[in-house]
């Protein structure tokens, strides 16, 4: 099946070839050391007399490097390496080979990645010296290089996986980073479970470690575990996608897994919410609710990887018994019970958040458990119900559960806002409570408990899923067609 | 397909196979069985499916239905000892641009897990059998499309597979290289192996084919031994010419009145009908025309024609 690592790693070693093999690799090496290692000589000799400022600005431009080359770098080399073979067909032609997922994925990661490993150990070697000599503890610098290259082996893996899911996927997620870090991190801060994942990166940590003002601590060892445990899901559904694209990255239980991962980090993310203070606008104490309401939805759209699994995979098991299929397997999962396990996975974060009892956050009440074992559940139900009726459709179903998220989600709070401006039919307004019927805000109308006039978000919501669910019994049985 | 004697088990079994498309079926419920020594010939028109279904054998292409089994046991995309079994070459094979030729093929070696001691000389004996040895140094990038269609065919038989699949293999091939492949596919069909060899150049198909399958519409219109098909679809008649004395009239009439014989084409002397291949049945058939004063000059059955059977299976092409 191939050996995982070293030159008999089939994948490496011709990607490594690929890249112009040792003679390449050596010469680059070694002009990198030569211009880095020139520039640091000339620098010194220029001011002799203030030498440890110099290696100690020298240190800090070669950690930036080696973000620079961990970061950057070698993400965009895998991912050229990964989509040029998927765009030649090359891919196909792996696939047809006794060689596992797993073991490309390490090909992937280890085989493109040589340059960038030896500029990287360069670099550490380099800053080794100047942090000797310009001050800085040599244990920071090994300390802080840990926590890079670990954190960088999480994003290599995260990019084999969204260079294997298509061309754009790099794209969005680049889009969302910078969502997540602009704005002062007002975003980033209503994701308690982002921020600690990102925690060695965002609002330059590691830099304070070096120039002495932190050190690598107990959220660093919390948020690498974190880290670790997504980037080995991210590993495993790489190595799945890579092996079929016909199937989803994240399957039902490798789905699942994801869910679970969001809410530890989430509650963990929640917890250390006084340590995660990355951005220096970033509040702690009074937004707990709100973080919590926003990790319960954003797990909500995770949730839909899983859910999206089961429905494809009932679809066609549906499809191969209509056809009577002679290699017909037994009935997979049903969604319903992917929809009953996310939302308790997902209620997790109340309740271990109410176990903490901290004053970072307060007990959940009862009414917001409630709120969100509801909202949880008729969310799930409705996309499972009009993922079923895409899948039939042969719609993509990423686009158009978006456009539904936005529509039941977005769009109740945005009409409340409109009819507040015009000023007029107040007393309905109050008795509709337009938001409720959005889960985000029948959330935010749970931590509220004075609020308690707010019946019609539920109906409207059970109505909704009531509705979807009858239009796709009723198509579902006037038609029974799934996409192969 | 157990006819020939030198068979054993089905190396290859299809029960079933269906392949969609969203809504459109490119695939429809195809079953066969190919045993060692075997080489089928699949011959259809642009569009009839006959690259998804190599692809599908292959295990590249996911089923809506249906199995595809290897020496009994079903291919699925984590049966990775059966890979080893099947080789597939695509039409264009898709090759590492950069690499050299002998680069390219160590990497198959090592992504088989072929044994390291006799991968060089493996390399070496197929780039022979592929004419390709002098340009085993050079890179890919800057061989001709004939000369990666050969690579792709090394590629393939490089881990020595039972089962070889190969998607219009002859395209990219000159005059030369087509006649040296000819006698490839034959060594490999001597040394038992199954073989499914998709090509629209069916003059060749004739000589090294054992089976035929023609596809239509992502079915299978017509499968048998070459000499089946190429007689025709029942597989009990054969075209024969005649070639008269002189013109005689009313001869469509006479033809008319002789059960089981159909007259193709009367132009003047020469004469084509359809009968049957029986020999007593044909020397009978000669007799009576004798008798009845038609000035026989010459007799002689059509030999076996795919091209021929093609055309008369009336099959569209595909827009």
Redesign the interface.
Same mark, same amino acid.
């Given at each position: 099946m191939g050996t995982l690592l070293g030159p008999d790693n089939a994948l490496a070693w011709s990607q490594f070839r690929l890249k112009g093999g040792p003679r390449n690799l050596l010469s680059v090496l070694a002009l990198y050391i030569a211009i880095i290692g020139g520039l640091i000589l000339i620098s010194t000799r220029m001011d002799p007399s203030s030498v440890p400022q110099i290696l100690a600005t020298w240190t800090m431009i070669l950690l930036g490097l080696q973000a620079g080359i961990l970061l950057l770098l070698a993400p965009s080399v895998i991912r050229n390496a990964v989509r040029k073979d998927i765009d030649t067909g090359m891919i196909e032609s792996h696939r047809l080979m006794p060689m596992t997922g797993v073991t490309a994925v390490v090909g992937y990661l280890t085989g493109p990645t040589v340059q960038a490993i030896s500029l990287s150990a360069a670099t550490f070697c380099l800053g080794l010296g100047t942090a000797a000599t310009g001050g800085y503890r040599i244990v920071d610098w090994v300390g802080v290089n840990l926590v890079l290259g670990l954190f960088a082996a999480c994003v290599w893996v995260v990019c084999v996986l969204l260079s294997v899911l298509g061309k754009n996927a790099f794209g969005v997620v680049i889009g969302v980073l910078f969502l997540v870090a602009t704005g002062g991190g007002a975003v980033a801060s209503l994701f308690p479970g982002v921020t600690i994942l990102a925690g060695p990166v965002l609002g330059g940590s590691i830099f304070g470690i070096v120039a002495g003002g932190a050190t690598v601590s107990g959220i660093h060892l919390i948020s690498l575990c974190l880290q670790l445990m997504i980037a080995g899901l991210c590993f495993l559904a790489a190595a799945r996608r890579y092996c079929r694209d016909d199937v989803p990255a994240f399957g039902r239980l490798l789905g699942m897994a994801l869910v679970l991962a969001w809410v530890l980090a989430s509650i963990c993310g929640m917890s250390s919410a006084s340590s995660l203070t990355i951005f220096p606008s970033m509040p702690t104490t009074e937004m707990t609710d709100y973080r919590l309401v926003a990790s319960i939805l954003a797990g909500i759209i995770v949730a839909f990887v899983p859910l999206a699994a089961a429905v494809l995979a009932e679809g066609r098991w549906r499809r191969r018994r209509t056809l009577n299929d002679p290699a017909l397997e037994p009935h997979p999962i049903a969604p319903v019970l992917i929809v009953l396990l996310a939302s308790a996975t997902l209620l997790l974060m109340p309740l271990a958040l109410a176990s903490f009892n901290t004053t970072q956050s307060p007990l959940p009440n009862a009414t917001l458990l409630t709120a969100a074992l509801f909202v949880t559940v008729t969310a799930l139900l409705q996309a499972r119900y009009l993922l079923g009726m895409l899948y039939r459709l042969g719609f993509a179903p990423t686009f158009c559960i978006a456009i539904w998220v936005v529509l039941t989600w977005g769009v109740p709070p945005l009409l409340d806002l409109m009819w507040t401006a015009t000023e007029r039919g107040s007393e309905a307004r109050d008795a509709l409570l337009l938001p409720t019927w959005s889960p985000a805000g029948l959330l935010l109308a749970s931590l509220d408990t004075n609020h308690t006039n707010w019946i019609s978000g539920p109906l409207v919501q059970t109505l909704t899923t009531a509705t979807l669910a009858a239009v796709y019994h009723v198509t579902n049985r006037s038609k029974a067609h799934t996409p192969s | 397909m157990s006819e020939t004697p030198e068979q054993s088990a089905p190396l290859l079994r299809l029960?079933?196979v269906?392949?969609?498309?969203?809504?459109l079926v490119a695939v429809h419920d195809v079953s066969f069985e190919l045993a060692g020594a075997c080489l089928l010939g699949l011959i259809g028109p642009n569009g009839a499916g006959k690259t998804t279904l190599l692809r599908a054998i292959?295990?590249?292409q =996911?089923?809506?239905? !249906?199995?595809v089994a290897v020496t009994g046991e079903?291919i699925n995309?984590q049966a +990775?000892?059966l890979?080893?079994l099947?080789?597939?070459t695509?039409d264009?094979? =898709?090759?590492?641009e !950069?690499?050299t030729v002998r680069?390219?093929l160590k990497?198959?070696g090592?992504? +088989?897990?072929l044994d390291r001691s006799e991968l060089d000389d493996r390399i070496a004996f197929w780039l022979d059998q592929v004419w390709l040895t002098e340009k085993a140094d050079q890179k890919l990038k800057t061989l001709s499309r004939g000369m990666r269609q050969r690579i792709g065919i090394a590629?393939t038989m490089l881990p020595n597979p039972q089962v070889i699949l190969l998607d219009e293999p002859a395209a990219g091939l000159d005059p030369a290289g087509r006649v040296q492949f000819r006698q490839l596919l034959c060594n490999l069909r001597e040394q038992g192996k199954a073989l499914i060899v998709s090509s629209h150049i069916l003059a060749d198909m004739n000589e090294y084919c054992s089976h035929i399958a023609i596809m239509a519409q992502g079915q299978i219109v017509q499968f048998g031994t070459v000499t089946e098909v190429a007689a025709g679809s029942d597989g009990e008649r054969c075209r024969y010419s005649m070639l008269l004395a002189e013109h005689v009239a009313g001869l469509a009439d006479l033809f008319a009145d002789i059960p089981d014989l159909t007259a193709v084409a009367i132009n003047g002397e020469r004469v084509t009908i359809e009968y049957s291949q029986d020999r007593q049945k044909v020397a009978a058939l000669i007799a009576q025309l004798v008798r009845r004063n038609v000035p026989i000059a010459a007799f002689w059955p059509h030999r076996a024609d795919l091209e021929e059977a093609y055309l008369r299976a009336g099959i569209r092409q595909v827009d």
């Open positions: - | 029960e079933r269906r392949v969609e498309f969203g809504r292959a295990g590249l =996911p089923l809506a239905c !249906g199995r079903d995309p +990775y000892h890979k080893r099947v080789g597939f695509p264009t094979p =898709p090759v590492y !950069g690499l680069e390219f990497f198959i090592k992504a +088989y897990d590629r």
